[in-house]
T-cell receptor, first 115, second 115 residues
Framework: DTEVTQTPKHLVMGMTNKKSLKCEQH?????MYWYKQKAKKPPELMFV???????INESVPSRFSPECPNSSLLNLHLHALQPEDSALYLC??????????????FGPGTRLTVL | AQKVTQAQTEISVVEKEDVTLDCVYE???????LFWYKQPPSGELVFLIR??????QNEISGRYSWNFQKSTSSFNFTITASQVVDSAVYFC????????????FGTGTRLLVSP
């Protein structure tokens, strides 16, 4: 079973709101990822967690705050976002052994609209 | 520096036609992996195949086949007897080295299969 779940599917928020995106996997994977995807573009990596520790932050603005409470769960806390942050946010997971053949499996994404 | 080029932005075919999606990559590493993902309109990135740099055997899975040629740095994807359900954006991606090197995506090819 290669399933990564994400909630909510859609989210509309104002620029002063605080919201969170949630991602869950039960494949025993130890690496989890957040990507941002704008329309007609490929996904862009935002964060990587390995064994619940943040290992890569691709210079993402602090209004995005990731959290990995346990090996199965990944959150992305959103605060004071801008309209240009509207995008599809994809979560992925992989075995996480740091090997080059590590395959990332993606969730269905959350479509975020910032008004 | 690594790079993935998908020169075909959009391809339109009629059902039952065969179609080939091109992928050309650049890397200085001798060990790397190539991936293909499918992104239907629902948004989820679906993993299709992973191929390592030492295995140039072509692969077939049902109506899908992949042709990896190191001599031309290409990893092309062919769908035989296309179906409407094949309509999606297809991304080719490259991962090199070890550790949490990020996936480098091509810009994607949108495939439209009409009945």
């Amino acid at each position: 079973d290669t399933e990564v779940t994400q909630t909510p599917k859609h989210l509309v928020m104002g620029m002063t709101n605080k919201k969170s995106l949630k991602c869950e996997q039960h494949m025993g994977h130890r690496a989890m990822y957040w990507y941002k995807q704008k329309a007609k573009k490929p996904p862009e990596l935002m964060f990587v967690y390995s064994y619940e520790k943040l290992s890569i932050n691709e210079s993402v603005p602090s209004r995005f705050s990731p959290e990995c409470p346990n090996s199965s769960l990944l959150n992305l806390h959103l605060h004071a976002l801008q309209p240009e942050d509207s995008a599809l946010y994809l979560c992925a997971s992989s075995l996480g052994r740091g090997l080059v053949e590590d395959t990332q499996y993606f969730g269905p994404g959350t479509r975020l609209t910032v008004l | 520096a690594q790079k993935v080029t998908q020169a075909q932005t959009e391809i339109s075919v009629v059902e039952k036609e065969d179609v080939t999606l091109d992928c050309v990559y650049e890397t200085r590493d001798t060990t790397y992996y190539l991936f293909w993902y499918k992104q239907p309109p629902s948004g989820e990135l679906v993993f299709l195949i992973r191929r390592n740099s030492f295995d140039e055997q072509n692969e077939i899975s049902g109506r899908y086949s992949w042709n990896f040629q190191k001599s031309t740095s290409s990893f092309n994807f062919t769908i035989t007897a296309s179906q409407v359900v094949d309509s999606a954006v297809y991304f080719c991606a490259l991962k090199e080295g070890s550790g949490f090197q990020k996936l480098v995506f091509g810009t994607g090819t949108r495939l439209l299969v009409s009945p």
